[in-house]
C-alpha cells in the first residue's frame, strides 16, 4: 500500500473517529468515510496509473464540490474548508503516485 493510499485511510479514520464521538455532521462522516476507505482499497488493489489519475480526478471534484459549502455554508463552512484542503493534498499525493514506479503496478 502506498503512502496516498494510509494517507486516504488516516482521513476516513478521522471521519470514524468524528462518528464514535458523535461530533460534527455524523451522515457527511459517514459517507465520506466509507468513500475514503473505497478509494484507497481500488487504488490500492489496481495499482495501476490509471487508477491513481482517476482518483485524483474524484478528489478534485469532491474539493471543488466543497468550495461553494466553505463560502456559503453556515455551520457547514468549517468542515467544508477542511475538505476542500484534504482534497487538494490528496489530489497532490495521487498526481506524485502516477509518477512513480514502472509499468501497470506500483508498490
Known amino acids: 500500500m502506498r503512502t496516498v493510499e494510509v494517507l486516504r485511510l488516516a482521513v476516513a479514520g478521522g ?3 468524528r462518528l464514535v464521538g458523535r461530533r460534527g455532521t455524523p451522515v457527511l462522516d459517514a459517507v465520506l468515510a466509507v468513500r475514503q476507505t473505497a478509494q484507497a482499497v481500488l487504488v490500492s488493489r489496481s495499482g495501476s496509473r490509471d ?3 482517476a482518483s485524483a480526478v474524484v478528489d478534485v471534484l469532491h474539493g471543488a464540490s466543497m468550495v461553494p459549502v466553505a463560502l ?3 455551520r457547514l463552512r468549517g468542515i467544508a474548508a477542511v475538505q476542500v484542503l484534504l482534497a487538494a493534498v490528496l489530489t497532490v499525493a495521487e498526481v506524485a503516485a502516477v509518477g512513480h514506479g514502472h509499468g501497470r503496478r506500483h508498490r
Do not use: I, M, W
Request: proline letters at 0%; zero cysteines; aromatic letters at 0%.
Open 15 to 17: 471521519h470514524a473517529v
Open 72 to 74: 456559503l455554508g453556515g
Open 51 to 53: 487508477a491513481h489519475t
